[in-house]
């Protein structure tokens, strides 16, 4: 999930390069627009971490509301797990 202005939006897909969210329409971010947000990770319905992030808006699609964002910055010392945790998605991926 995305936490942005206190409001819980669905993650489509997350990388350490950027991720893909579902805004509602209504409250698009115009592309280039610096966003501060909380990833939130979860799995089977438990929160497994989260982390705030410095980000960029580089497209959007009206009026599905689908939005691609580019990570400027994973802040404060979670940038280690962040990576960390995506390495361990990427892991069990590939064992599949």
Do not use: W
Not at 59 to 80: D, K, M, Q, Y
């Amino acid at each position: 999930m995305v936490l942005k202005d206190g409001r819980m939006h669905p993650l489509m897909d997350c990388s350490v390069g950027g991720f893909f969210c579902l805004l509602p329409p209504e409250s698009l971010p115009p592309v280039g627009q610096a966003v501060e947000v909380r990833l939130v990770l979860s799995a089977d319905g438990s929160t497994v971490d989260d982390f705030d992030v410095s980000a960029r808006i580089v497209r959007h699609t009206e009026p599905s509301g689908h939005v691609g964002a580019r990570i400027v910055e994973v802040n404060g010392v979670a940038a280690h797990r962040f990576e960390a945790y995506l390495e361990e998605c990427r892991g069990g991926r590939d064992a599949m």
